[in-house]
């Protein structure tokens, strides 16, 4: 009888867990009607991959990426290729959550274009800070800056790698803000001089068309280390 009676408690405490599982799960990956009201829309909806495509392809890759408890989740080690929206953005404020693993490394690229497979978007870098290798090459590979562009101060809100990160970009007109647990790390303008000269002292320095306004899609990034997404969202602004 005791013996039973530790099972039925196991099972209680298993089937307790699972649903404050599923209920923690289904606070995410949802709008509020404030959200609804506001323009909001969700890019990920939480339980499949309608929406997003491989990059200069028509269909979703078939590894690399995987719907899972919620979340978005690129898989370590298993390429699958870099993933964009099918729809196209030009003025929008674009929220997210992600986490990295432990020396992991990725990014969200936003005004995408697939005319230019060598430099296809800006890059938010998302990278573990304290272990990856990229990050220990300055500020303008840490996490939330514009990669390999625009740096970030050293000083800024970012949190350790296997926890969950809260970011924005903004794009208003030519404006362009970065924002990471809700602290605003940085900010340029498109086709800026200024911007023009960091891009010319970047790897970007060739691509044609690079640092201008366009109407993009958003990317998901493969770099091949295993990473996590959800609460993807965005509002299209009014034209500046």
Same mark, same amino acid.
């Given at each position: ?12 405490? *298993?089937?307790?867990?699972? =649903? %404050?599982? @599923? !209920? &923690? *799960?289904?606070?995410?990956? =949802? %709008?509020? @009607? !404030? &959200? ?5 829309? %969700? ?198």
């Amino acid at each position: 009888m005791l013996e039973m009676k530790t099972k039925l408690t196991l099972l209680a405490l *298993t089937l307790s867990a699972a =649903t %404050l599982a @599923a !209920e &923690e *799960t289904e606070k995410f990956n =949802t %709008l509020t @009607a !404030e &959200e609804k009201g506001g323009g909001w829309k %969700l890019l990920f909806d939480g339980k499949s991959t309608q929406g997003w495509r491989s990059y200069r392809k028509n269909t979703f890759p078939d590894k690399g990426w995987v719907v899972e408890d919620g979340l978005f989740k690129k898989v370590a080690k298993v390429h699958g290729g870099d993933i964009v929206t099918d729809a196209r953005f030009e003025d929008f404020e674009l929220r997210w959550e992600w986490r990295v693993a432990p020396g992991g490394n990725n990014g969200i690229k936003y005004l995408v274009s697939e005319e230019r497979p060598g430099a296809p978007g800006h890059e938010y870098q998302m990278v573990d800070d304290q272990r990856h290798p990229d990050a220990a090459k300055g500020l303008k590979r840490v996490t939330a800056s514009f990669y390999a562009v625009v740096p970030t101060p050293e000083s800024r809100p970012s949190k350790p790698a296997g926890e969950w990160n809260d970011s924005r970009v903004v794009v208003k007109g030519n404006q362009v803000e970065h924002w990471l647990n809700g602290a605003k790390v940085l900010e340029y303008e498109l086709a800026s001089e200024a911007l023009k000269a960091a891009i010319a002292e970047s790897k970007f320095k060739d691509a044609a068309g690079f640092g201008t306004k366009l109407k993009g899609h958003i990317m998901l990034t493969d770099h091949g280390d295993e990473c996590w997404f959800r609460n993807i969202k965005i509002r299209e602004l009014p034209a500046k």
